[in-house]
């Protein structure tokens, strides 16, 4: 049917591209030029220089990027909602229907009619805040670390 | 085979590969949008 965990996991995993990309790029840009260019003066390749110089220097800006995006994916609610069939309890396959905290949310919200139902819901988003604020708090932690070992 | 024969072989292999997967990510882009073009 396509209408399962795996295409949602395929799509997400296709929209942080963009901003993992610009993150580690950003990061990438932070290396010094005359570290690098002092690789390549003492003959190193271009791929030396990637591998050697680059990514160990942006490694923990680039983890930050990742967790940044993590944190985004795990809050995307409308392309995951298209995709990922409205079934709550936990799924064993990847090819089963299933529900997400910001998806339940979307999809339940009118639909509360007693005072029960409606704090649930009211629940279900503080624990999503939760997770989204420690996700990204870990985020933060990495990108300053590594602006941190920049700046010096 | 000497040592500075393998690494220029080994950054060869390397950006060759990463050559092919940044215009494997550029045609997937363009694919997408003129398929988005197409629907319409």
Same mark, same amino acid.
């Given at each position: ?59 923990? *800006?680039?983890?930050? *990027? ?6 985004? +994916? ?14 709550? *309890? ?21 639909? +509360? ?40 | 085979?000497? #040592?500075? #024969?393998?690494?220029?072989?080994? *950054? ?29």
């Amino acid at each position: 049917m396509g209408i399962d965990i795996l295409t949602a996991s395929i799509i997400l995993s296709i929209m942080i591209i963009p901003f993992t990309a610009s993150i580690s790029r950003d990061s990438f840009n932070l290396t010094p030029a005359i570290v690098k260019e002092s690789a390549y003066a003492i003959g190193a390749t271009k791929w030396e220089v990637v591998k050697n110089v680059v990514i160990p220097y942006s490694k923990i *800006g680039v983890f930050g *990027g990742i967790v940044l995006s993590l944190g985004r +994916a795990i809050g995307e609610t409308m392309a995951v909602a298209f995709v990922l069939g409205i079934t709550t *309890g936990l799924q064993t396959s990847l090819l089963d229907a299933a529900t997400t905290i910001t998806v339940t949310l979307a999809n339940e919200f009118a639909e +509360a009619d007693n005072d029960i139902y409606l704090s649930s819901l009211f629940y279900l988003a503080l624990v999503l805040f939760v997770m989204s604020f420690i996700t990204l708090a870990i985020a933060k932690f990495f990108l300053i670390k590594a602006e941190r070992k920049f700046a010096r | 085979m000497t #040592r500075e #024969r393998k690494r220029k072989i080994e *950054g060869f292999i390397a950006m060759t590969l990463s050559t092919l997967a940044a215009l494997l990510g550029l045609f997937w882009l363009v694919f997408i949008i003129v398929m988005c073009l197409c629907m319409e």
